[in-house]
């Protein structure tokens, strides 16, 4: 037996919907009544004990692109910052997440090299080329429970509506990263006062309000649930709203530095400021921030993309975009609860509970999750050394931070 015993921590359950601060025993990570057996005591005052987290949409970069991160290495950023449960993309480099019997080796790997369990999200189309349906029954077959096409376009909106048939006959999830890409051409920023200054492709908030409108359409017709990830306009929030309330099955949610972050972080042309979905004007972060406040907004996701420092090397369009994000995951949450959007508890169930439920997991979360316990008071600064990510691509770089993971305890 290894049992850890915090003594007065705050103890925030979303479970139970309790806050207190309390002494707690853990076995393995899991709750346990008092005992006389144990092998630490960790003094918890001022410090919060909250479930693991679980994440919607994080790129781990395996298979294929090993240069920017791996299994083991964002496995491991994932667990030491308090996320054991994270959805991936089906959009590899080569893609192999229309391909079932390929996904449960990913699944076993990355319990094995980063601790974590992974969660595929397969491929809508087959190879995400937009063309023809992927073969659903077999993705099912290898575990997945929902579709997407991640970023890629459609050949047309007959292959939508027929992947859409197919997904709700399966009883699986559609996940959409909405974007119109006739809209959105060649853009990479959002279209506004900086990029205009700047010179630099735009994309309109249209791009995403369109897809969503369209979208949803095809989901009140074929009966689907659907699922809309990284959302980034003000405007989307309202869409989503008017969908939930006309009773359409349908989920949300956005990246956490989607509700911190604009786009005046682009002026200087800072190329650790490009990210897909853009980063957006201050209204829109208000009106996210709004829609998450009021539960249209399901749930927050990290939106983690490690790279190489050489992918952010080249001129800003041609940079590649993202932001790792599993680091500055816990200190921008704290900052939400201290600049008074949430309460702490909260918090915890946007990141928790919520996107457990919204991934139809919820079960399954209660028996596999662990306890995270946080310092939310420790500063500390965001630098190479100190992201655990093998990637280090944020516009927050040198920066210093509030709140931190001192330790993740589970299985």
Known sequence: MSIVKIENVRVLDPINKTDNIQTV????????????????????QGKWLMPTMVDLCARLREPGQQQHGTLKSEGKAARE???????????SKPIVQDNGALIHGLVEKAMLDGGIYLKVIGAQTQGLLGK??????????????????????FADDDVVIRTLEYAAGLDMTVVFYAEEHQIAKDGCVHEGFVASRQGLPMIPALAETVAIAKYLLMIEATGVRAHFGLLSCGASVELIKLAKAKGLNVTCDVAMHQL?????????????????????????????????????????????????RSAKMAPFAETLSGFTAFDTYVPFGIQLVEEGLFEPLEWVEKVTIAPAKVA??????????GWVLIDPKLEWQLNKDTIISHGKNTPLTQQTVKGKVVQTFSA
């Open 25 to 44: 025993f853990l076995e393995h990570g899991k709750l346990v009544s008092a005992s006389d057996d144990v092998n630490q005591v960790i003094d918890g």
């Open 360 to 369: 139809n997991m919820y079960e399954n979360w209660l028996q596999e999750f």
């Open 260 to 308: 911190h972050l604009t786009d005046q972080l682009i002026d200087g042309f800072n190329s650790l400021a490009h990210v897909r979905p853009p980063l957006r004007s201050e209204q829109d972060k208000e009106l996210l921030r709004q829609g998450l406040k009021e539960g249209v907004i399901d749930a927050i996701c990290t939106h983690h993309e490690p790279l190489s």
């Open 81 to 91: 910052n308090g996320i054991l449960h994270v959805f991936t993309p089906p959009d």
């Open 132 to 153: 023809q349906p992927a073969n659903m029954a077999g993705l099912k077959k290898g575990g997945c429970t929902a579709v997407s096409n991640a970023n890629a376009p």
